[in-house]
């Protein structure tokens, strides 16, 4: 595996950073539950509330204070909001269809090529293209409010694998 050397964030993408976590966070998650048989209801369920309770937020606040820093022709931005779309589309359909695996394992693929994007490529060049002025207004305009979205649901699917691997300990 291929080591990347931690990259210095502006405070303004600090909480887009975090936020990512969060987001690689929920990808582990479907992974897990994937792997140890979980219904694709279930995790499908979790995928839909995480989105819906923070993912989309996080998208809209990426859109509204950091893609629009670039030209509309900027191709990193045009690869960030097809990346957006592709996602939003994806969940679409998963909550049409709640039952597909495949949808599922798309669904985190997706979602964890686009964070690796944004962390070593976009913000970079973001951070190369806007003016330290405009960085400060929006690290000014962010509350650092990064939360784990699942403090609230019950169904903690992905800890069945966690269980079982403590218990052959």
């Known amino acids: 595996m291929k080591k990347h050397a931690p990259i210095k964030r502006h405070q303004a993408l600090v909480s887009f950073s975090k936020d990512h976590h969060f987001g690689l966070l929920l990808v582990w998650k479907i992974r897990q539950g994937l792997q140890n048989a979980v219904t694709a209801e279930r995790i499908s ?58 949808q599922l394992d798309q669904f985190a693929t997706k979602l964890e090529k686009h964070i690796r994007f944004e962390e070593r490529e976009l913000f970079i060049h973001l951070q190369n293209k806007m003016a330290t002025v405009e960085l400060e207004k929006i690290a000014d305009r962010l509350s650092n409010s990064s939360t784990a979205a699942d403090n609230d649901w019950e169904d903690k699917f992905w800890e069945i694998g966690l269980s079982k691997t403590k218990q052959r300990e």
């Open 45 to 102: 369920n979790y995928l839909l509330y995480s989105f819906n309770e923070q993912l989309a937020l996080h998208f809209k606040e990426e859109e509204e204070s950091l893609f629009c820093q670039l030209s509309s022709e900027d191709i990193l931005r045009k690869t960030a909001e097809e990346d957006h779309k592709a996602i939003y589309n994806l969940v679409a359909a998963i909550s049409v269809s709640k039952d597909d695996p495949g």
